[in-house]
């Protein structure tokens, strides 16, 4: 099916989907904090390592799940805009590639932006906390993460895709 991107697509958050996130987080918290009583001291270091770690992705979870309204992501001709990102709609002009990047089973589109334009961008402090280390594992762009939204992974980097094409004039 072929995707009409002369219109804007607005894309919501699911409260369904953030509430099976945000208990899938909540059992990866409780097994960690399992693993942190035990007896072992390596196996304590990897449940309290788990525990900080599952337990800052289950926060952020519940911040998104009670305080996102509205469109998450808006992709227009113009460009896209992931309000879990930046607050700044990127130009598919800024974009030099798009890619997909994977950690624990959960897909990123990963956006290369020109480095002058993205430093321009009033990225969230989230965004901009997680930039680096995100580069340091393969994932070198803004991510723009599909979990938690009424569109499906496959769905929204055939979109962004096709917009980012239409915009530089690729017919293929």
Same mark, same amino acid.
């Given at each position: 099916?072929?995707?009409?991107?002369?219109?804007?697509?607005?894309?919501?958050?699911?409260?369904?989907?953030?509430?099976?996130?945000?208990?899938?987080?909540?059992?990866?918290?409780?097994?960690?904090?399992?693993?942190?009583?035990?007896?072992?001291?390596?196996?304590?270091?990897?449940?309290?390592? %788990?525990?900080?770690?599952?337990?800052?992705?289950?926060?952020?979870?519940?911040?998104?799940?009670?305080?996102?309204?509205?469109?998450?992501?808006?992709?227009?001709?113009?460009?896209?805009?992931?309000?879990?990102?930046?607050?700044?709609?990127?130009?598919?002009?800024?974009?030099? %590639?798009?890619?997909?990047?994977?950690?624990?089973?959960?897909?990123?589109?990963?956006?290369?932006?020109?480095?002058?334009?993205? /430093?321009?961008?009033?990225?969230?402090?989230?965004? /901009?906390?997680? /930039?680096?280390?995100?580069?340091?594992?393969?994932?070198?762009?803004?991510?723009?993460?599909?979990?938690?939204?009424?569109?499906?992974?496959?769905?929204?980097?055939?979109?962004?895709?096709?917009?980012?094409?239409?915009?530089?004039?690729?017919?293929?």
């Amino acid at each position: 099916m072929a995707i009409d991107t002369t219109r804007t697509i607005e894309i919501k958050q699911s409260p369904w989907r953030m509430v099976g996130l945000i208990a899938a987080g909540g059992a990866l918290v409780a097994t960690s904090w399992f693993l942190a009583l035990q007896p072992q001291w390596t196996v304590q270091a990897i449940g309290w390592f %788990g525990v900080l770690f599952f337990g800052a992705m289950l926060a952020v979870a519940i911040w998104r799940l009670l305080t996102l309204t509205g469109s998450v992501i808006t992709v227009s001709p113009r460009g896209v805009c992931d309000t879990r990102v930046a607050s700044d709609i990127v130009p598919w002009s800024a974009i030099n %590639g798009i890619s997909t990047w994977s950690a624990y089973n959960q897909p990123a589109i990963v956006l290369a932006v020109d480095p002058a334009i993205e /430093r321009t961008l009033h990225l969230t402090h989230l965004a /901009r906390l997680t /930039r680096k280390a995100n580069a340091a594992v393969g994932a070198d762009g803004l991510c723009i993460a599909s979990q938690g939204l009424r569109m499906g992974h496959d769905a929204l980097l055939e979109t962004i895709t096709a917009y980012w094409q239409r915009a530089r004039g690729d017919r293929g």
